[in-house]
Each structure stands twice: as structure tokens, then as C-alpha cells.
């Protein structure tokens, strides 16, 4: 299995520009997770997925951003407009069945976003 | 509100050593624990996951515990190779609801010297 593939991996961009970071999660997985990581704050959930619906978004920090996933093989998550204090390594993870204790994560390679 | 600590953030051992790396956090009302590898650049990986019925899990090298009651897990990693640097992630799932969260420690970076 090709693991949780996330695109871009490095993202500059300027402050004020749209940016979308895509996510494919494992085949098979119900659940997707998007984190963010950084040196402040640590790992942190911004929003879960649960059979392609959103279960959990109280993590997102703000209207700037937002997340789909149309579909069971596929999530986005936007910022709009990009700041300079949004400027992390965010993470997509997938998960069989979350929620049983059992089950762990599996993250993707991350996407390190800077925004100047 | 769940607060995940991991002491010592760094920590730099000759190859060969036994080590300990410790992870406590202050709601005992945990589904499990779990612990993470991440090497630089790159995501997580899971290396043990605790369930809160049990006490300790094996992985080779590794060996987890966890006291529930006192709010405390350590990683104990035997005969330390450099392969083995990399970032250690502690991370709880809280029971009673949200039992899908992972609140993470900030992690401890290990280097193992040849």
C-alpha cells in the first residue's frame, strides 16, 4: 500500500493568496485527519472525517480556513487568504475504524507550508 | 482540558544505551496511549499503541508502560542504535466522547551517537 499521500510537500506562497493542500488517504480507511505541527503549539487536530462527512471541526483556527473531501479516496484543506502565522507542516491522516480503541493513525509524509 | 508533557525535550546517548523517555499527562481518563516516530521531514509512525486496560507493549527493542492513576507512560528503548534518533510523540485519547482525538506531547529528540 502506497501509505497517505499528501501534495504539495513544500508550499511558499505570499500572504494573501489561496492555498489548497490535498490529501489521498489509505484505501479502505473511514476516517481522515488533518493536523498542524508546530514548534509553538505542537501537534495539533484541526478536523476529522468520518465516511467522508465532517464529525469534528473545532480545531480549525479560524474562517480562514476550511476542508472538504468529496469523496472516500480524497480531502482538501484551504486557507484563504494565507497569513505569515499560518506558516506549519499540516499533516493528513487515515484511520480503518477510529474510535475502538485499537486502531492508530497513519500519517501522511506532511505538506510544510510557508507564507511570506 | 488534556495536557500531554514529555521531559526531556532532547536527549543524546552513546550507542548501546538503554534509555527511558518519559510521558505524563494530567487526565487519567485516557481510551489509550500511543506512541510516534517522527525522523525529519516526515510524518509519524506508530510504534505502540497502549489500550487503558492494559500495563505495558512490546516491539522488539521497545517496551511502553502505562499507570493510569498517576497520569504517566515511559517508552524504554534497549540497546540504542543511531538509527533510532528521531523525535518520540507521546499522544492520549480521552475517553467519553471524543474518543477518536489524539492530544500530543511536544515530543523528545533522541540522538543516538555512534
Known amino acids: 500500500d502506497a501509505g497517505v499521500i499528501q501534495s504539495p510537500r513544500h508550499e511558499v506562497t505570499e500572504m494573501g493568496q489561496e492555498v489548497t493542500l490535498r490529501c489521498k488517504p489509505i484505501s479502505g480507511h473511514n476516517s481522515l485527519f488533518w493536523y498542524r505541527q508546530t514548534m509553538m503549539r505542537g501537534l495539533e487536530l484541526l478536523i476529522y472525517?468520518?465516511?467522508?462527512?465532517?464529525?469534528?471541526d473545532s480545531g480549525m483556527p479560524e474562517d480562514r480556513f476550511s476542508a472538504k473531501m468529496p469523496n472516500a479516496s480524497f480531502s482538501t484543506l484551504k486557507i484563504q487568504p494565507s497569513e505569515p502565522r499560518d506558516s506549519a507542516v499540516y499533516f493528513c491522516?487515515?484511520?480503518?475504524?477510529?474510535?475502538?480503541?485499537?486502531?492508530?493513525?497513519?500519517f501522511g509524509p506532511g505538506t510544510r507550508l510557508t507564507v511570506l | 482540558k488534556q495536557e500531554v508533557t514529555q521531559i526531556p525535550a532532547a536527549l543524546s546517548v552513546p550507542e548501546g544505551e538503554n534509555l527511558v523517555l518519559n510521558c505524563s499527562f494530567t487526565d487519567s481518563a485516557i481510551y489509550n496511549l500511543q506512541w510516534f516516530r517522527q525522523d525529519p521531514g516526515k510524518g509519524l509512525t506508530s510504534l505502540l499503541l497502549i489500550q487503558s486496560s492494559q500495563r505495558e507493549q512490546t516491539s522488539g527493542r521497545l517496551n511502553a508502560s502505562l499507570d493510569k492513576s498517576s497520569g504517566r507512560s515511559t517508552l524504554y528503548i534497549a540497546a540504542s542504535q543511531p538509527g533510532d534518533s528521531a523525535t518520540y510523540l507521546c499522544a492520549v485519547i480521552r475517553s467519553g466522547g471524543s474518543n477518536y482525538k489524539l492530544t500530543f506531547g511536544k515530543g523528545t529528540l533522541l540522538t543516538v551517537n555512534p
Open positions: 491522516a487515515s484511520s480503518p475504524r477510529p474510535g475502538t480503541g485499537t486502531d492508530t493513525q497513519y
Open positions: 472525517f468520518n465516511n467522508n462527512v465532517p464529525i469534528d
